[in-house]
T-cell receptor, first 112, second 114 residues
Framework: SQKIEQNSEALNIQEGKTATLTCNYT??????LQWYRQDPGRGPVFLLL?????KEKRKERLKVTFDTTLKQSLFHITASQPADSATYLC???????????FGGGTRLMVKP | DGGITQSPKYLFRKEGQNVTLSCEQN?????MYWYRQDPGQGLRLIYY???????QKGDIAEGYSVSREKKESFPLTVTSAQKNPTAFYLC?????????????FGPGTRLTVL
C-alpha cells in the first residue's frame, strides 16, 4: 500500500539559514503533491502544490521540488525566521479515491 | 468572511456518552472531511462526503457517524463505541468532490474523555 514518510524528528535551525524538509513516498506515483503548514492547536493551512511535470515551484521564500525518480519532494524555506516555526505536512492524493493523504509532518524550530 | 468553522473548540465528555462536533462552511464547497489527529501524529481520515446526502468511510470510521443533509454542514458524532476518542478533530472542505483538491481546514475541536 502507499506510504508517505516525513522525518518525525524536529528540525532545529538558526534564523537566516535555509530549512529543508523531506517527503518520501513509496508504492505509487502521485500526479501532484501539496504542502501544508500547521501551527500548534490549529488546522493546517495550504502552502504550495507541485505537479509531476514541474521540477520546482516557488512562492516568496518557499520552494518545493518534486523528483519522481527518487519518489521525493523537498520543501525549502530560505532566510528562515522564528515565525516559520511550525509543523509542515506533505499531502499527495490517495492512490485511489478523491482525497488527500497526509504525512506525519516535520516540526521546524527556527531559533533567533 | 468566508471560511470553515468548528465548535466547540474544547469538549469534555464522560465515558459512555455520545457527543456531536459541529462543522460549517460558507465556501460553497462540495466536499467535506473529518480527520483525527493524535499528539505527534499525522491526520487520519474518519469520514468524507463528496456531495449532499452521501458520505463514505475513511480509514478509521469505527465508532463515528456523520450526516450531510446540507451542503454547508457536516457534523461528526463520536459514539460510545469509539474506544479511545480523546484527540484533536479537524474538519476540512474542498471545492470539488471529484478530485483531490486543496483542502481548507477549520480550527479544530479538542475532545477529552474524562
Amino acid at each position: 500500500s502507499q506510504k508517505i514518510e516525513q522525518n518525525s524528528e524536529a528540525l532545529n535551525i538558526q534564523e537566516g539559514k535555509t530549512a529543508t524538509l523531506t517527503c518520501n513516498y513509496t508504492n505509487y506515483s502521485p500526479a501532484y503533491l501539496q504542502w501544508y503548514r500547521q501551527d500548534p492547536g490549529r488546522g493546517p493551512v495550504f502552502l504550495l502544490l507541485i505537479r509531476e511535470n514541474e521540477k520546482e515551484k516557488r512562492k516568496e521564500r518557499l520552494k518545493v521540488t518534486f523528483d519522481t525518480t527518487l519518489k521525493q519532494s523537498l520543501f525549502h524555506i530560505t532566510a528562515s525566521q522564528p515565525a516559520d516555526s511550525a509543523t509542515y505536512l506533505c499531502a499527495p492524493p490517495a492512490n485511489a479515491g478523491n482525497m488527500l493523504t497526509f504525512g506525519g509532518g516535520t516540526r521546524l524550530m527556527v531559533k533567533p | 468572511d468566508g471560511g470553515i468553522t468548528q465548535s466547540p473548540k474544547y469538549l469534555f465528555r464522560k465515558e459512555g456518552q455520545n457527543v456531536t462536533l459541529s462543522c460549517e462552511q460558507n465556501l460553497n464547497h462540495d466536499a467535506m472531511y473529518w480527520y483525527r489527529q493524535d499528539p505527534g501524529q499525522g491526520l487520519r481520515l474518519i469520514y468524507y462526503s463528496q456531495i449532499v446526502n452521501d458520505f463514505q468511510k475513511g480509514d478509521i470510521a469505527e465508532g463515528y457517524s456523520v450526516s450531510r443533509e446540507k451542503k454547508e454542514s457536516f457534523p461528526l458524532t463520536v459514539t460510545s463505541a469509539q474506544k479511545n476518542p480523546t484527540a484533536f478533530y479537524l474538519c476540512a472542505s474542498s471545492p470539488s468532490g471529484i478530485r483531490a483538491d486543496t483542502q481548507y481546514f477549520g480550527p479544530g475541536t479538542r475532545l477529552t474523555v474524562l
